[in-house]
Every structure is written in structure tokens, then in C-alpha cells.
């Protein structure tokens, strides 16, 4: 029989950037595609022992349903850390427990977007993202970035001349896929053009404790005197991606349409994790964690960032970011990331290619992102030294063809 999927659905295409990751099947194959955690640093033996005693003491209540809003001493532990080292929450916010910071951004565009409501986002950004705004039939519209993030002139001018803007998408702290962090004065810019054009903004913030070098820098929502920043946040970077543990932090009336969303898409997150992880909380130093985490990554980004600057051609460029998952390099203007990444493949190597992370992702890239957290540092060494050998052939093959 003929089925007539939904217009919203039919509409969305299979992202090209799935034939690159049909080589990691491979196991030979070395991936830089990926934005996971290394498992070496779950705290896989405290987890561990809290497992065992919630199954001892806690669990007719582990393995009950739950509240929709989360596990009461998630959300307070939660909500309190946030507040106490980030200034994150005020009085007229709420904190939702999600399955993963990519249902907080679902739930909240399901909540706010009509058909043809405008998302403004980073240019590039998060694929994810941007494909749970399409899936909304939302029009997307891209701002570029320098190394100081979103460039708030161009987003002026969009707003200028771009009518239903529903809201501006940043991920403000060591970007995905560049690795940039918005400066302090673009965050106040932001802010208060968001305020002049009457926007919500989305800030999406799952690496910002992952932090190697610099000053951190106050979040967006910790500025916020409007109630216009809605705060997205995750356990998966600091603890496990595999829980499926987000949260968002917003206006009471924004948290209470979200909740009405997520009774319909799963009632609620994952109980046994959330009490995992709010037992981690009280009983172990999650800042002390972090601060190994951090001290692992930065060996790993420092050693990619060697290895770029000893392999790779002259006019391709890339970030030196002061934390997160990734490094952005770019080819010269004119050239397609695309077809780099085919080659690089070929040998055994992914990475991601930037049109990806493009609200148009027909259109050429000449950017690709590179993953420094899951390989290990001689993996690093080796998959780099053979995108420079991809890029050798990749020019010497475009000269030829010119």
C-alpha cells in the first residue's frame, strides 16, 4: 500500500554526512566524527556502588513511574548547583528534568514554534538542533561567527528585515561544531538586541564546564533580567551520555507547556538514572570530576592541535579552542569540505563535513569538524597525519581539475 507520511516528515532528507559514518563499521577505521566522551572517564565504580544500594534500599521506587517535572532530588540538587556556581535561575524560573538536552530543545520548539516561525541560529551549528527545528516546519536562517561567536551586526540586520523570529539558537561556550565561545560583550549585545526585537533566546550550553584554559564566562541566562533566555544543560559531557540526562531552566509558564509536551512523548525521563545521579551529587565532588575530565581533554585537544599545525597544508585553518569536544578547520574559500572528507575516509578516517551543520545543508562547505575527546592520543596523531595526506591529494586533484 501507499503510505502518505506526514508533510513535516516527508519533507525532512537523510543528512548526506550518513555515507562518511558508514565506514565505522570498520573497526580499523579511526573516528574523529563522533561527540562523545571518552568512557575512561565515567565514574563508572561510583556508579557502581549507588546502583547497588538504590536496588538494595530504593527500589520500589527506582523502578515506579515518576513525576513528568523529574526526580524531586534531581531537580533541587540541580537547580541548586546551577544557582550557587552559575547564577542560573531566578525566582520566576522552573527546572525540568529531560531525556537528553536534544528533548529539551524538541520539547521547547514543539511548545513554541508555529508552521514558518524563523529560528535564527549560529552559522554552523548543532545538527540536532536544527533538524528538531525543521521537523517543526520551522524557516531556518544562519548568522556567521567569528572568534568571538555570532557576529551581532549581521544578526541585526536579519532582525531588521526578517519578520516572525521566534527565537535566536546559540551555543554560546565552545561551540558545536566550531569550538568558539561568544565573547562576554557579544553575550550583553545578544541580549539586549533580543530585548529590542522582542525574541526568546535559546541557549544551549552542554559543554561549558568543560573548560582547559581562559576565564569562564557568565552564561547568557545568568543575565538574563527578562526572562527571555530559556537554559539548556546535560549530564551527558560530565558524567554519561548514555543516561540520557538534560535540563532545562526557564520561565515557570515556558516549563509548564513543556512538561504538558513531554507527558505525550515519554511521561517522563529515566527514574533509576535521575536517582543515580542525584546520589552522585550528595555523595561525591562532581567539580573534582570535572576538573579530570577537563585535565584528560586538554592533553588530547592539545595533541590535535599539534598535529594540525605538523600535517596539515598551510592555507587550511582551524580554531584553538579553550575547551569543549572539537576543532573546526577550514578549507580555503571555494573549496567543498564534502569531497575532503570522502578522501579522508578512504583512509580509513572520519570526520564530519560542514555542510552538516548548515541550515542548508545543499549548499558547500569549506569547514569540517574534528572530534579530540573519544580517540586516544596516538589514534589523534595517526588519523591527523592522514588528513594531511588526504588534503595533499585533495589539492593536487582541484589544481589539476582548475
Not at 60 to 72: F, H, I, K, N, R
Not at 206 to 217: A, K, M, V
Request: net charge negative.
Amino acid at each position: 500500500m501507499e503510505y502518505k507520511i506526514a508533510d513535516h516528515i516527508a519533507a525532512m532528507k537523510p543528512s548526506a554526512i550518513r555515507e562518511i559514518f558508514k565506514v565505522l563499521v570498520d573497526p580499523t577505521v579511526i573516528s574523529l566524527a563522533a561527540g562523545s566522551p571518552d568512557p575512561v572517564s565515567f565514574p563508572k565504580e561510583e556508579m557502581a556502588e549507588i546502583g547497588a544500594k538504590i536496588f538494595r534500599d530504593e527500589a520500589d521506587v527506582a523502578l515506579q513511574y515518576g513525576t513528568t517535572e523529574g526526580y524531586p532530588k534531581l531537580r533541587e540538587l540541580t537547580a541548586k548547583r546551577l544557582k550557587e556556581k552559575y547564577s542560573i535561575g531566578t525566582d520566576n524560573d522552573d527546572i525540568l528534568i529531560t531525556t537528553g538536552g536534544q528533548q529539551t530543545a524538541s520539547l521547547f520548539t514543539q511548545v513554541m514554534l508555529n508552521p514558518g516561525d524563523v529560528v535564527v541560529s549560529e552559522g554552523p551549528s548543532f545538527i540536532g538542533a536544527l533538524n528538531g527545528f525543521r521537523s517543526m516546519n520551522a524557516t531556518l536562517m544562519s548568522v556567521p561567527m567569528d572568534d568571538e561567536g555570532m557576529q551581532m551586526d549581521k544578526l541585526e540586520e536579519l532582525l531588521q528585515t526578517t519578520p516572525n523570529v521566534k527565537f535566536i539558537y546559540v551555543i554560546p561556550t565552545f561551540q558545536n561544531p566550531t569550538g568558539r565561545t561568544m565573547s562576554l560583550a557579544r553575550r550583553k549585545q545578544l541580549l539586549a538586541l533580543a530585548s529590542k526585537y522582542d525574541v526568546l533566546i535559546f541557549e544551549d550550553n552542554p559543554y561549558f564546564e568543560l573548560r582547559y584554559e581562559g576565564e569562564s564566562i557568565p552564561t547568557i541566562k545568568s543575565m538574563d533580567t527578562e526572562g527571555r533566555v530559556v537554559y539548556c544543560g546535560s549530564y551527558s559531557k560530565v558524567l554519561s551520555p548514555g543516561m540520557r540526562l538534560g535540563f532545562c531552566v526557564a520561565p515557570k509558564e515556558i516549563i509548564s507547556r513543556m512538561v504538558v509536551c513531554k507527558q505525550v512523548n515519554d511521561v517522563h525521563t529515566n527514574l533509576y538514572f535521575q536517582m543515580l545521579v542525584a546520589h552522585y551529587l550528595e555523595e561525591y565532588d562532581i567539580d573534582a570530576h570535572i576538573a579530570d575530565i577537563c585535565e584528560k581533554n586538554r592533553v588530547k585537544r592539545d595533541a590535535m592541535l599539534a598535529a594540525c599545525e605538523k600535517y596539515f597544508d598551510p592555507r587550511v585553518t582551524f580554531t584553538h579552542p579553550n575547551g569543549g569536544l572539537f576543532i573546526w578547520a577550514e578549507l580555503p574559500e571555494g573549496y567543498d569540505s564534502f569531497k575532503l572528507c570522502q578522501m579522508i575516509s578512504a583512509k580509513k578516517v572520519a570526520c564530519v563535513p560542514g555542510n552538516a551543520f548548515s541550515v542548508d545543508e545543499s549548499a558547500v562547505s569549506n569547514g569540517f569538524r574534528m572530534n579530540f575527546s573519544l580517540p586516544t592520543v596516538e589514534q589523534i596523531d595517526i588519523a591527523v597525519s592522514r588528513i594531511g595526506e588526504a588534503m595533499k591529494e585533495f589539492f593536487a586533484e582541484n589544481e589539476a581539475n582548475a
